[in-house]
């Protein structure tokens, strides 16, 4: 009786994760191809963001790699009955190896979108010397180091003549082993991105805030009784000294030509013909 029910729980469990796992590939599917046509479109028309649409094409192939070799495959294994592996030790290992490489990848390739949209903000004029290319790539490289050690740890096991595709330290009594692949996983995988992450959004959200109130000081000191007083004076006294010129221009003008028009100035002009006849 015992026997049954650990089976129908199993079966049950066994059920839920191929649903999940489906569920998880099909969409996951479905969204990526849709980004990558929204994205085609988009460089077509928009040349100057090929910095934002690299980033985004690299993260759009990690969560491929993901769907793929992660979930794809994952799905196939729990097709298998007890979960066997059928291929050789040597698939054994490549396939947990691009299992834990796609998911590095995808981890590493938003950490490093992350850095650049922090070196665009608090550094603007450095933001040139540092390339996409150079931080997708070392996403890239990091994900396939880290990833490296599955290929030793993971092997193809035989156990009453079925094969698994277990870890080494899965076959001893001692927990060490799993500790410390657990602990690496969890430092490489989550805690250090996580912290690079809140740290790079945390010194664009402090440069952000400390341009705001940078704004406001200014516009309070532009808009200030003081500022707008003595540049009110000074405008009154360039309007006033300039209307002053033009009045004293006009008079000069308007003197000269009663002067000339005037009766004395008119007799003085014929005796000076007169004399020079």
């Known amino acids: 009786m015992t026997m049954n029910i ?9 059920r839920t994760r191929l649903i999940l796992l489906s569920t998880l590939f099909f969409v996951g599917l479905t969204g990526c191809s849709l980004v990558l ?14 910095r934002i649409c690299s980033l985004i094409l690299n993260l759009i192939i990690a969560n491929l790699s993901v769907y793929i070799f ?13 979960r066997q592996w059928p291929f050789n030790d040597l698939l054994c290992r490549i396939v947990k190896f691009f299992q834990s490489f796609s998911i590095l990848s995808s981890t590493y390739i938003v950490v490093a979108m992350a850095i650049d949209r922090c070196i665009a903000i608090v550094t603007p004029l450095k933001a040139g010397n540092i390339r996409v290319l150079y931080l997708c790539g070392s996403a890239w490289i990091l994900a396939g180091l880290l990833s490296t050690p599955n290929i030793f740890i993971f092997h193809v096991h035989i156990k009453d003549s079925l094969r698994y595709c277990t870890a080494s330290f899965s ?20 805690f250090i991105p996580f912290l690079v992450l809140v740290l790079s959004y945390t010194l664009i959200f402090i440069k952000l805030l400390c341009r705001e109130h940078d704004q406001r000081d200014w516009f309070i000191n532009s808009s200030s009784p003081t500022s707008s007083s ?32 005037s009766p004395s100035n008119y007799s003085l002009s014929n005796d000076i013909h007169i004399q020079q006849v």
């Open 37 to 50: 046509i929204w994205l085609i479109r988009y460089t077509r028309w928009n040349t100057r963001s090929s």
């Open 6 to 14: 650990t089976q129908d729980s199993s079966r049950d469990l066994r």
């Open 230 to 261: 003595s540049s009110s004076f000074c405008c009154c006294c360039c309007c006033s000294k300039l209307f002053n010129n033009t009045k004293i221009t006009f008079l000069k003008r308007s003197n000269y030509k009663k002067y000339l028009n």
């Open 171 to 190: 076959h001893h009594s001692s927990p060490t082993g799993r500790r410390i692949y657990l602990t690496f996983i969890t430092l490489v995988v989550y």
């Open 70 to 82: 992660a979930t794809g495959i994952q799905i196939f294994w729990e097709f298998q009955n007890n």
